[in-house]
């Protein structure tokens, strides 16, 4: 069992740890200072990045650190990583009802009551001596400060901090990253990224966006556009809007999201904000000339997209700008590059090789120790027997069975699937030039 976090919130979630019979490998933090120093016997092995999910010993692990943003960002990373969940580390004193609802990753400090069909989501800190009444809903990432009171049906959503002794009625709702005070007291609704203070509590601030979250655009508004909108919402990211060339759609917006500019234009915005951003474009060779284009101006890297529905073994190496879809299955000692699509459905056995700017279509299943090299496509549905290889920018039929190898630059369809065209002058010009380089 591992800690994520060095500091004092951390020596809390030890305290727990060690009351719940746990066994302790060490502590984890991005704190110079602290590594190599020991906690009540404890060593602090090292920074967070170079924590290894993988060893078997060391699978179970707490994110102990009290900021909510950064708790999200850090579970977040581990878990697209590894495909682990953190852990519950709820101290034996705590009273919680048998019909509360509970997810993973949350701190219950001693002296915490939860009373009947609460729901609390995952990564929350409730912290000592705190009551929440029955029917409540505390949220991901959402923070209950030590002795406050949270009466019947309140809702605490995602990121928001009660500060120490807070108080808030029936019936109220606490937005998303709000703000409470200590000592306040709730008697109204309170509005997502707001800072309220005061009996009663009184709103004297309002934020625009997650603290520390820098947004993300997203490049390409047709389907690819959509879905990534639909799994980043799902994930309650801070979409800024979409960068697309059809002139048609600068008028309208989708889903409440503008259309902010044609993707020349982009550039500018990623370097002066270093934003985050998603290439959702189906066509392989588009995605691939803009993510050079945004890779030689920016030193900004495209993130992951990627379902929570999606499992993802942990002995999986995964690079970044990938998309993966709902329902996605991909087994263990695969790699995957940079700027893929994974589809709907998709299963991907292991130890296979899914290299940059491929996209495997819904339903497609890729047995053990194939390789799909860089651009190639695969449509829907289309299964490839162990040990093939899909060349570059090779494509597959959707329904196709692949029993032979394919060759780059080609086109196969059928079951089995058959070459019936053959890009040759692509071939002999990639080899042509890369005899001269």
Not at 186 to 197: E, G, S
Not at 259 to 287: C, Q
Request: contains cysteine; charged residues 20%.
């Amino acid at each position: 069992m591992i800690i994520v976090g060095a500091s004092g919130h951390a020596r809390v979630g030890l305290d727990i740890l060690l009351a719940q019979g746990r066994q302790v490998v060490g502590l984890y933090d991005d704190d110079p200072k602290l590594i190599g120093c020991q906690v009540r016997g404890y060593k602090v092995v090292g920074e967070i990045d170079s924590i290894n999910l993988t060893s078997i010993e060391r699978d179970d692990y707490i994110v102990a650190v009290s900021d909510n943003n950064v708790r999200r960002r850090i579970t977040q990373e581990l878990i697209e990583k590894y495909s682990r969940f953190p852990l519950n580390a709820i101290h034996p004193s705590a009273t919680i009802s048998n019909s509360v609802t509970m997810g993973y990753g949350n701190f219950i400090a001693p002296g915490v009551i939860i009373n009947t069909d609460t729901v609390i989501g995952n990564c929350t800190i409730i912290n000592t001596g705190a009551t929440v009444d029955h029917d409540c809903d505390i949220q991901d990432y959402a923070q209950i400060s030590p002795g406050c009171n949270i009466a019947r049906e309140v809702v605490v959503e995602e990121g928001a901090s009660l500060g120490t002794g807070a108080i808030v009625i029936p019936n109220v709702r606490i937005g998303a990253y709000a703000i409470v005070g200590a000592g306040s007291v709730v008697i109204r609704d309170i509005p997502p990224y707001t800072t309220a203070v005061g009996v009663p509590a009184r709103v004297i601030k309002q934020r625009q966006t997650k603290e520390g979250s820098r947004g993300i655009i997203i490049i390409g508004a047709s389907g690819y556009g959509r879905k990534c909108l639909d799994i980043l919402r799902l994930r309650k990211e801070n979409v800024l809007g979409f960068y697309d060339d059809d002139t048609q759609l600068y008028a309208k917006s989708i889903e409440g999201y503008k259309i902010l500019g044609n993707i020349n234009s982009l550039i500018h915005s990623v370097l002066e904000n270093e934003t985050d951003y998603i290439i959702a474009i189906g066509d392989n060779k588009d995605r691939e000339r803009i993510a050079l284009m945004l890779e030689k101006e920016s030193s900004c890297r495209a993130i992951n997209v990627i379902h929570p529905s999606a499992i993802i073994s942990p002995g999986v190496t995964l690079g970044y700008g990938n998309f993966i879809g709902a329902g996605v299955i991909i087994d263990t000692d695969t790699n995957v590059g940079n700027h893929t699509i994974i589809n709907t459905g998709t299963t991907v056995g292991h130890d296979v090789t899914i290299q940059d700017y491929v996209q495997v279509s819904p339903g497609s299943s890729l047995t053990g120790h194939v390789t799909v090299e860089k651009g190639a496509f695969i449509g829907a549905r289309a299964v490839v027997i162990p040990g093939k290889t899909i060349g570059a920018y090779a494509v597959v039929g959707a329904g196709s069975v692949v029993i032979n190898d394919i060759p780059p630059f080609s086109t196969a369809v059928g079951v089995p699937a058959r070459v019936i065209k053959q890009e040759y002058k692509t071939i002999w010009r990639q080899k042509d030039e890369s005899s001269r380089g």
